[in-house]
């Protein structure tokens, strides 16, 4: 009896701890259930769209084209006229008809002297010649009358230098030159940058008046290293940027390469000539792509197409709304743009002009992957607007 008493509890708690384990794979496997068929009413609701869902990529095509290798540099943007204009005559300035940022055409007045003093200067003058035209007209009329013939023409000559005709010509011709400097007039097609002088001031031969600058006709001087002096060329292609300007660029063409290298810097200069260069300003820094080889007819694609994987470089092409990576074989490039060789094996170039290469939104992406071309704006923001 002992004995019995004493097991009867422990065959109690077997049994207890078997109904409990029995209980626990029963909502074990009641979840798993429940999951699975909340798994397949999730994919029937939306019929399996998680798996097609296209990314938005920005994409350029693959071209045949020239690859321009250039070499780098930066230059300063200067005009080819910039004029300062002084006085060439002293005087009260009269009229100022022009102000800074005007933009004035060729011999457009710009100021004015009083020309009352210059006008009495050049009708003494004229007086002068008056005088000195009877003088010379007294040394040979009564010979004439007598004989009825002019003297002849070296006799006239000395009778003009010795009746002071000459010097009083020569003086007039002054007056008028410098009634005519007393107006001050544009020399070139231009914007005013300055003016130095206001109605009322008196103004000395010198003194400068205003500063005119031709914003059309510029040209940027750029460093060049002296070991890339030989590969630029007169005539070579150029690209200019500027930090004020941000995302303008201009073409340029290398008007000249100068002889002289300097000593410190060890490099030359190049004059560049822009062309279609509205916000350039004479003084800005740029940056400047210069044309320095250029190898004919290479299937080419947008250096930032290209990336790594397993340490292959490769693009992705789109093909049927799906990106498919491809392993190239890159050659040179200019930083923009690089060259796609053929297959080492097959001789083949995988990327054909007018392929459509992935250059944004590819850096993790799968073989494959369903993708969608976007404007550049779209992608920048994930897509949304």
């Not at 011709?173 to 002088?197: M, Q």
């Not at 002009?353 to 590819?362: A, K, L, R, T, Y």
Request: overall charge neutral.
């Amino acid at each position: 009896m002992l004995l019995t008493r004493r097991l009867l509890p422990l065959a109690t708690l077997a049994g207890v701890l078997a109904f409990a384990a029995a209980c626990d794979k029963t909502a074990a496997a009641g979840g798993d259930g429940a999951a699975a068929d909340s798994t397949a009413a999730d994919t029937a609701s939306t019929g399996g769209s998680s798996s097609t869902v296209s990314l938005p990529v920005v994409a350029d095509e693959a071209i045949d084209a020239d690859l321009v290798l250039t070499v780098n540099t930066t230059g300063q943007v200067r005009s080819d006229a910039e004029g300062r204009l002084r006085a060439e005559v002293g005087g009260p300035v009269e009229k100022v008809m022009v102000r800074p940022g005007d933009r004035v055409k060729k011999g457009q007045v710009l100021a004015q002297l009083d020309l009352r003093q210059f006008d009495l200067e050049v009708d003494e003058a004229q007086v002068a010649v008056d005088v000195a035209m009877l003088t010379h007209q007294e040394n040979y009329r009564p010979d004439s009358m007598a004989t009825g013939q002019l003297p002849p023409q070296a006799r006239l000559d000395a009778s003009v230098i010795r009746s002071g005709l000459a010097a009083a010509r020569v003086r007039l011709d002054r007056a008028k030159l410098n009634r005519e400097r007393a107006t001050f007039v544009a020399p070139f097609d231009g914007v005013v940058d300055r003016v130095l002088i206001v109605p009322g001031d008196r103004i000395s031969a010198g003194a400068e008046v205003t500063t005119i600058v031709d914003l059309v006709n510029l040209r940027i001087e750029a460093a060049v290293l002296e070991h890339d002096l030989p590969l630029i060329k007169v005539g070579g292609e150029a690209v200019i940027t500027s930090a004020a300007m941000a995302g303008k660029s201009f073409s340029g063409k290398v008007q000249a390469l100068l002889t002289l290298v300097d000593s410190t810097t060890r490099s030359g200069r190049a004059f560049v000539r822009a062309s279609g260069n509205s916000g350039l300003r004479p003084g800005m820094y740029a940056d400047v792509r210069l044309e320095a080889q250029r190898l004919p007819n290479r299937r080419l694609v947008p250096t930032r197409a290209i990336i790594e994987r397993d340490g292959r470089p490769l693009v992705f092409v789109i093909k049927n709304g799906r990106a498919q990576w491809t392993y190239i074989l890159p050659g040179r490039s200019n930083g923009r743009q690089t060259e796609v060789l053929p297959d080492s094996v097959s001789g083949i170039i995988p990327v054909n002009p007018g392929d459509q290469v992935i250059v944004e939104g590819h850096l993790t992406l799968t073989h494959d992957a369903p993708v969608r071309v976007v404007a550049k704006r779209e992608a920048g923001t994930g897509g949304q607007d």
